[in-house]
């Protein structure tokens, strides 16, 4: 005698509460990033997802929660595209080779996100607003993931060239590395004008990874000279 599973209402109405919520926030983040909090209306916001009004409410508590979310779904996100190579660092750092290696993978996840990927658009634009206009979302943000993540760079940074973790031209070497890759972000339309390019999509990444590798390993073999 065959049994058929369990329907259950409350786990479909969850999974649609839960496709709701994500909607909100992603049309949240490009609001925010492209007209500001202030200008960005919660109907507004509403109407992208495609949501009542009251959802932000049912879910966030009201505006003010939602920016809080869209901080965290960026914190999140962060975590998801670098965490897993952030947490082998401790055994990469066990050698010069292996650090500089892991210094490549960071670039090249780097990019393949923040450059690629068309989502990483809202992002980019949400978190250059919170920095020009810093507010708890920015703080929030900063703590739990620019600063723990460049932390670790300037660890691997260190295994990698011999050079302090905490030095001064260790904290600026590591984030010039990461400007490289924002800049293709943040300057696209300036980078797609003198390229000739339409569009960064997989090949355009891949000669932009190719470019600043080729950057770090200069980078690199350089402040090793420079080491104590």
Not at 52 to 71: D, M, P, Q, T, W
Request: aromatic share 8%; charged share 20%; net charge positive.
């Amino acid at each position: 005698m065959s049994t058929k599973p369990a329907f259950s209402p409350s786990a479909l109405g969850e999974g649609r509460g839960e496709a709701t919520r994500l909607a909100l926030i992603r049309a949240a983040l490009d609001l925010f990033g492209a007209i500001g909090f202030e200008a960005a209306s919660t109907r507004a916001i509403a109407t992208a997802a495609g949501a009542n009004v009251a959802s932000i409410a049912y879910h966030f508590g009201g505006k003010e929660g939602l920016r809080g979310a869209c901080a965290d779904h960026v914190v999140q996100t962060i975590r998801g595209f670098l965490g897993p190579l952030l947490m082998a660092a401790g055994s990469a750092t066990s050698s010069q080779t292996g650090a500089a290696a892991l210094l490549r993978q960071v670039i090249e996840a780097f990019v393949g996100f923040m450059v690629v990927r068309p989502e990483a658009q809202s992002i980019a634009r949400f978190v250059v607003r919170e920095m020009f206009e810093p507010t708890e979302a920015f703080e929030r943000i900063y703590a739990e993931a620019f600063a723990p993540m460049h932390e670790r760079l300037c660890a691997v940074w260190a295994a990698a060239t011999g050079a302090p973790a905490d030095a001064p031209a260790t904290r600026l070497a590591t984030l010039a590395m990461l400007g490289q890759v924002l800049y293709f972000r943040v300057a696209r339309r300036i980078a797609l004008r003198r390229l000739g390019w339409s569009d960064i999509g997989p090949k355009e990444g891949e000669a932009i990874r190719t470019t600043l590798v080729a950057h770090l390993d200069a980078a690199l073999d350089a402040a090793r000279r420079r080491a104590p």
